[in-house]
């Protein structure tokens, strides 16, 4: 038994394999969240500011899970997934509730209904995912 | 934004996802097929972008431009990050990284026609 061992080292094993799609997914909301945010606080701030700025929050989220998995950054990754679950369900409850408060879309509104709900499918893959891909004896 | 561009980047989209998954499914590495798909709907997409740039500098303009103009730059990075994340992926998931790369295209696209076609207000 000569494997090598290091494939699943310290870095890398989070973004390996199906982790690799995750990170890719991860990216593309970043970008779209991040655009998206950008226009709403640049041309509307003042229409919705919480709102935006919630809009902006979930940017920096989906930024920060898209690198920690993709360098292995193992309870980075669990931090930001933790914190995307509950805020698409915090966002999303608090959407259909006082829809006054959150005029325009954004990537949370309504559980991610705009973007066929993967927002609030990739926080509990994402889960999964570090659950699976846990660093045992390293950790 | 011609309607023929936006269902040929749809069709080259469709197939590179295929393409990708395919490849995941028989649980094999990407190859020659699904780098020449990525590089014809880059290709397809950097036509777009500049006929639409062509267009709103003859005068044309859509409603909401600063959200057009973000998906227009965001689309054309697509295939290429796609295709560089999937390249140093050894296993039968760079299709599949593909694929979602593709499929963010299609989607893309038709939000960018519709931006485009949007008459304000």
Not at chain 1, 88 to 108: H, N
Request: charged share 10%; proline share 5%.
């Amino acid at each position: 038994m000569a494997e090598p061992t290091d494939e699943r080292g310290s870095t890398g094993t989070t973004a390996g394999g199906p982790g690799r799609v995750l990170v890719a997914v991860y990216g593309i909301f970043t970008l779209a969240a991040g655009a998206r945010a950008a226009v709403q606080l640049a041309t509307r701030f003042s229409e919705a500011p919480v709102a935006y700025l919630l809009s902006a929050f979930a940017a920096v989220v989906y930024g920060v899970a898209t690198v920690a998995l993709a360098r292995g950054r193992w309870r980075l990754a669990l931090a930001a997934c933790s914190v995307e679950l509950a805020g698409v369900l915090a966002v999303g409850t608090l959407s259909l509730l006082d829809r006054a408060a959150f005029p325009d879309e954004t990537v949370w509104s309504v559980y991610g209904q705009g973007y066929l709900f993967i927002p609030l499918v990739l926080p509990v893959i994402g889960l999964l995912w570090l659950r699976r891909s846990r660093p045992g004896a390293r950790a | 934004m011609t309607p023929v561009l936006v269902v040929a980047v749809t069709v080259v989209a469709a197939l590179l996802a295929l393409a990708g998954l395919a490849s995941t499914l028989a649980r094999r590495r990407i190859g020659l097929l699904h780098l020449w798909a990525a590089a014809v709907l880059e290709a397809l997409l950097v036509i777009q972008a500049v006929l639409a740039v062509a267009a709103l500098v003859g005068g044309e303009r859509p409603p909401d431009i600063p959200t057009f103009l973000g998906y227009l730059g965001g689309i054309l990075l697509l295939p290429v990050a796609g295709v560089l994340w999937a390249r140093s992926e050894p296993t039968r998931w760079a299709g599949t990284v593909l694929a979602v790369a593709a499929g963010a295209v299609g989607v893309m696209i038709w939000r960018l026609l519709q931006l485009w076609e949007a008459t304000g207000g």
